[in-house]
């Protein structure tokens, strides 16, 4: 039976790796129907809204979405579309896995993370007003609902996955109340999860152990706002965001998108590197059961990279988003 995926190309250089990242997922074996939907900048300038009730409808429908970058104007403009689609589906946990890869600089070996990011609520929940003319003021929300099943997320893929140890991130020293109740909910979930060994970092000490020792984390889980950092620190880690793919995990659907920008600047010019599009079908690939084409697909990537003849500019080439996608097709068969 068929899949259906909604399919969200997204703007800038969207429209280019959603169109080879679809050539190569077709090409893994894996029976899947496409349902394209637009959102975006160039939504908001036609019919003036950047996330149509169209795209929310399929998503909750099919379960499964693709998507790639989309812009958020900085300072001023239309919300986050991506916040947007994570608010109205409830995409509650982020998922961030940062894995080292063939070929890829980077001054770290054998890195393997993976960061589930609470996607909800603490700063990002938006709520802020104004405080006079001078001041303007954010709101913190941490609930135990929310950090409640964050981290049961990270736990459960630990368990599933035969990780062994889950670090939860805070900074329950100065925010006592609201990071506070964050790290009491996960050293409760912590004791029905006796196989899998548990301990907590400020955030701070966290990103320079990061920095120093990388491979005394397994899976990490957070508020927010310190998801957002880390999870782009650790992207990092392994060469930066060209090979980083990530998920957005609800209850009823989950959107798997890349975790780069627009790029609008090389919009059009066939020079985007597709991996972590790509890599981004591998985790779609396996949330649907087809787990033999996505390790198909990740072997095929990981040996593109290896032999350095398809590499795009950001890795040091000049292969454009069409070769590399070719050269994984051709790995693939």
């Keep these: 039976m068929a899949h259906v995926v909604t399919l969200i190309p997204g703007d800038g250089i969207g429209d280019e790796i959603a169109r080879e990242t679809v050539r190569v997922l077709n090409a893994t074996g894996g029976d899947i129907v496409w349902e394209r939907h637009t959102a ?47 608010k109205a589906l409830t995409l509650y946990a982020n998922f961030r ?26 700063l990002y929940a938006g709520i802020e007003h104004m405080v006079g003319d001078d001041a303007a003021e954010s709101i913190k929300i941490i609930t135990r609902k929310g950090s409640e099943r964050v981290v049961r997320f990270a736990f459960d893929y630990a368990r599933r996955e035969g990780r062994k140890k889950v670090t939860a991130v805070h900074k329950a020293n100065i925010l006592k109340l609201s990071d506070g109740l964050f790290l009491e909910v996960a050293r409760q979930i912590a004791k029905d999860y006796p196989d899998i060994q548990f301990d907590d970092k400020i955030v701070d000490n966290a990103c320079m152990q990061l920095v120093l020792n990388p491979w005394q984390f397994d899976v990490m889980v957070m508020p927010n706002l310190y998801g957002d950092i880390l999870s782009d620190l650790c992207a990092g880690l392994v060469g930066g965001l060209g090979v980083a793919p990530a998920a957005n995990y609800g209850e009823d659907a989950v959107i798997f998108e890349p975790v780069h920008g627009s790029a609008p600047d090389i919009a059009g010019q066939n020079k985007a590197n597709p991996m972590a599009m790509i890599l981004c079908g591998a985790l779609m690939l396996e949330h649907l059961g087809e787990k033999e084409a996505a390790e198909k697909l990740r072997e095929a990537v990981r040996t593109v990279l290896a032999e350095g003849k398809n590499l795009t500019r950001d890795l040091g080439g000049s292969a454009s988003t069409t070769d590399i996608a070719d050269a994984i097709i051709t790995k693939l068969k």
């Design 40 to 86: 975006g900048a160039e939504v908001m300038e036609q019919f003036g809204n950047p996330l149509p009730d169209e795209v929310i409808a399929s998503v909750r429908k099919n379960k499964v979405a693709l998507k790639g970058p989309i812009t958020t104007p900085v300072g001023t403009g239309f919300r986050s579309v991506n916040v947007g689609l994570r």
């Design 97 to 122: 896995p940062a894995k080292t890869m063939p070929n890829v600089p980077s001054r770290y070996e054998n890195i393997d993370i993976v960061i589930v990011r609470e996607n909800m609520e603490d």
